[in-house]
């Protein structure tokens, strides 16, 4: 018999799985995940919405099976949101202190960071999330409430991301139809970070990246600040699709081939051999592969994916302060020597991006894949523990600040 429950959910449209998870807080803030559900995505593509009918049925599906295993009925729901057209930046607000006395109020640090809001976003553009990174006065660093100090000036640095609000709202759409509320769209690679880190590894500053399907979402965390995100439409599709071109076959086995003989570096003792494709492989008899090609062909494209990030990283001089290393989810995580061809890109420790400091189902946790959709969660967990909001409207797509 299901019943009510103060929950959390979180709920990932991804481009190969949709994914529900389930949680609860304690007083504490302790999370434990209750349910989890999955099913094969049909209606999205490099991580947006295709086809809205099929989508559905997949959310539904997804939905339907975290309930069940938590016993739970969902009436609303946080939402990750990705896609390339989500982007992130820093920027900075200025605001004068006016006072004779020059002490500074909280209404001036209000200003200040309102004014690090007020920017101007491509058409159709809103933003997601305004992350405080630091507040300085008269350019010293101080802390977050430097109220009754004396100073001239603050200054509010802060971390946007914003995304396409039509996209946004049709995934609010999709879930709304299915009469569940959407308390909050969240952007998945900041959802993913507080699945995968602890408190110590943000302090230490540490690069998560989500690999999926269709799309790899960046953040780089430090403290509680967001010093870099983004998006490539770049994901394990990418992969087969690289690997039919390369080796003249279709995506259906292109994709097993992946699954069952790839590698993200060409392994040792590759040269040569050769992988049989039977007669269960779509009747393609008598033919074979090279092990050393396929492997050549994922590494190719997983270094070139690497580079993208690390050279986006560099703008900024963060890898320099990642002493936490690199956080590896996602389904591609799982792609054998993905962490050594890592390593030899970002030259730092490369962990598998598992859920951490949350109690529940260890086999669920221990999987890279489901780090988003319980990161989502949490997070709906630390917006109504810190700033109690209303709910989301479809109508109106607003800035959500952190």
């Given at each position: ?111 200040a960071a309102n004014n690090a809001k007020a920017i101007t976003l491509p058409a159709e553009h809103t933003i997601l999330h305004t992350i405080r990174q630091r507040i300085c006065v008269d350019g010293v660093e ?129 040269q040569g051999q050769m992988v049989p494709l039977s007669e269960n492989d779509l009747g393609l008899s008598h033919r074979e592969v090279s092990l050393e090609h396929l492997h050549r062909i994922m590494s190719i ?66 999987h890279p894949e489901f780090a988003t959709a319980i990161g989502i969660a949490r997070y709906g967990g630390m917006r109504q523990r810190n700033r109690p909001r209303p709910r989301f409207s479809i109508r109106d ?6």
């Amino acid at each position: 018999m299901f019943k009510d429950s103060p929950i959390l959910v979180g709920l990932e449209i991804g481009t190969s799985k949709i994914c529900a998870a389930i949680g609860e807080e304690n007083e504490r803030g302790e999370f434990t995940l209750l349910g989890i559900g999955q099913s094969k995505s049909h209606g999205v593509r490099k991580g947006e919405i295709v086809d809205l009918a099929k989508a559905q049925e997949d959310v539904r599906s997804a939905l339907g099976n975290a309930e069940e295993q938590a016993q739970v009925t969902v009436r609303n729901l946080f939402l990750g949101v990705s896609g390339r057209h989500i982007e992130g930046f820093n920027n900075t607000g200025m605001h004068p202190v006016a006072s004779d006395d020059r002490l500074v109020t909280p209404q001036d640090v209000a200003d200040a960071a309102n004014n690090a809001k007020a920017i101007t976003l491509p058409a159709e553009h809103t933003i997601l999330h305004t992350i405080r990174q630091r507040i300085c006065v008269d350019g010293v660093e101080v802390s977050d409430n430097p109220a009754g100090m004396l100073g001239r000036k603050v200054e509010a640095h802060v971390h946007v991301i914003y995304g396409n609000s039509l996209r946004i709202q049709n995934s609010m759409r999709l879930v709304q139809s299915l009469s569940i509320e959407v308390n909050q769209p969240v952007f998945n690679g900041l959802a993913n970070a507080q699945a995968v880190l602890t408190p110590e590894d943000k302090e230490n500053g540490a690069l998560v990246i989500d690999i999926g399907g269709g799309a790899t979402e960046f953040v780089f965390q430090q403290g509680q600040a967001i010093r870099h995100s983004g998006v490539f439409a770049l994901g394990g599709d990418h992969l087969s699709n690289d690997i039919a071109l390369g080796l003249k076959i279709n995506i259906a086995l292109a994709e097993s081939l992946k699954i069952r003989h790839g590698s993200a570096v060409v392994a040792a003792g590759s040269q040569g051999q050769m992988v049989p494709l039977s007669e269960n492989d779509l009747g393609l008899s008598h033919r074979e592969v090279s092990l050393e090609h396929l492997h050549r062909i994922m590494s190719i494209r997983l270094q070139e994916l690497f580079e993208l990030i690390a050279e986006r990283c560099a703008e900024n001089c963060l890898l320099d302060e990642a002493r936490a290393g690199v956080f590896l989810s996602g389904g591609c995580s799982h792609i054998p020597g993905i962490d050594t061809l890592a390593q030899r890109i970002f030259r730092l420790p490369i962990t598998r991006g598992t859920s951490r400091n949350i109690t529940g189902n260890s086999a669920t946790l221990s999987h890279p894949e489901f780090a988003t959709a319980i990161g989502i969660a949490r997070y709906g967990g630390m917006r109504q523990r810190n700033r109690p909001r209303p709910r989301f409207s479809i109508r109106d797509v607003l800035p959500f600040l952190r």
